[in-house]
């Protein structure tokens, strides 16, 4: 299974963009990278996944290079409700057993 | 999306006494569901993975004896939680995998955040 590692938090003030980063060296041919939400005592919720290049949704893009050795969640004009911690996950689509990282707990001031 | 449901929210129990949480996909089927446990402000730790008709998997260092669980149905896996004591005060959380074409992604439910007294 591939390790993920993200920085343990970050600070950012309302209408700025945010970009976390995840590291997942040993990221295999068969997994995707999805990026997780979460709230205090509430389940993750999905934000966005991708395998290669760029993906865009209604609330974020995901920037994945060549190497896929790495990943952006870029997070667009946050706002107070977007503290949270974002969890990077890789996961097999054949397995599917999900190890969750530490997270990156997001702190949006105003 | 998806919905995964998960009942109750929260319980209080005394020690000594089991707790049963269900976890319901509510639109789709899921043969594979999982269980995991939180710790406050720590990581989701992944406790087992449920399968429809057949023996769940459970990680390492995690006791089948004290949680079962079982996987009745494509839409619905319960976890219980025998001879319950205050270590085992947690939030506990399940989900269920969606396949959607070439991707494959995880629904979570709320959570169910258990207090042993």
């Known amino acids: 299974l591939a390790k993920t590692t993200q920085p343990i938090s970050m600070d950012s003030y309302e209408g700025q963009e945010v970009n976390i980063t995840c590291s997942h060296n040993?990221?295999?041919?068969?997994?995707?990278i999805t990026w997780y939400q979460q709230f205090p005592s509430q389940g993750p919720r999905f934000i966005i996944q991708?395998?290669?290049t760029k993906v865009t949704n209604e609330v974020a893009s995901l920037f994945i290079p060549a190497d896929r050795k790495s990943s952006t969640l870029s997070l667009p004009r946050v706002s107070l409700s977007d503290t949270a911690v974002y969890y990077c996950?890789?996961?097999?689509?054949?397995?599917?057993?999900?190890?969750f990282g530490a997270g990156t707990r997001l702190f949006v001031k105003a | 999306g998806a919905v995964v449901s998960q009942h109750p929210s929260r319980v209080i129990c005394k020690s000594g006494t089991s707790v049963k949480i269900e976890c319901r996909s509510l639109d789709f089927q899921a043969t594979t569901m999982f269980w995991y446990r939180q710790f406050p402000k720590q990581s989701l730790m992944l406790m087992a993975t449920s399968n429809e008709g057949s023996k769940a998997t459970y990680e390492q260092g995690v006791e089948k004896d004290k949680f079962l669980i079982n996987h009745a149905s494509l839409t619905l896996s319960t976890l219980t939680v025998t001879s319950a004591h205050p270590e085992d005060s947690s939030f506990y959380i399940c989900s269920a995998n969606r396949g959607e074409g070439a991707y494959e992604k995880l629904f979570f439910g709320s959570g169910t955040q258990l207090s042993v007294l």
């Open positions: 991708g395998y290669k």
């Open positions: 040993n990221i295999a041919t068969n997994d995707y």
């Open positions: 996950l890789v996961v097999d689509t054949g397995g599917f057993k999900t190890i």
